[in-house]
């Protein structure tokens, strides 16, 4: 069976204004599949002072399975300092869509 995926991935992270930051690197690591990906600079974009969107590129996510993929957001403080969201979980289930990859 054929699954369509997202490309757009909108990341919530708490206890931090994403505005104040710099630095944002988003990683992203599907053990059973072996696939890693690190998202940095442009790659990453401020969607709200508490959401950051990236796009997943389709020759990536036609590798990944329906199996969790943990993640982490690190970023660099106004102070100098770098730190990091707590480590998450993104279902594939919920990248998944009927319309097809980028829309």
Same mark, same amino acid.
């Given at each position: 069976?054929? !699954? ?19 630095? /944002?690197?988003?990683?992203?690591? !599907? ?24 796009? /997943? ?5 036609? !590798? ?7 993640? !982490? ?16 979980? /993104?279902?594939?289930?919920?990248? /998944? ?7």
């Amino acid at each position: 069976m054929f !699954q369509r995926m997202r490309g757009a991935v909108t990341i919530a992270v708490s206890g931090v204004d994403l505005n104040t930051v710099s630095d /944002i690197e988003v990683k992203l690591i !599907q053990e059973d599949t072996g696939v890693e990906m690190l998202f940095t600079g442009a790659d990453v974009m401020i969607a709200s002072d508490s959401e950051i969107s990236i796009v /997943i590129p389709k020759e990536v996510a036609m !590798q990944l399975e329906v199996a969790p993929i943990r993640g !982490q957001v690190m970023f660099t403080k106004e102070d100098g300092y770098p730190d990091a969201s707590k480590p998450f979980t /993104i279902k594939v289930s919920e990248l /998944i869509k009927e319309d097809g990859y980028g829309s």
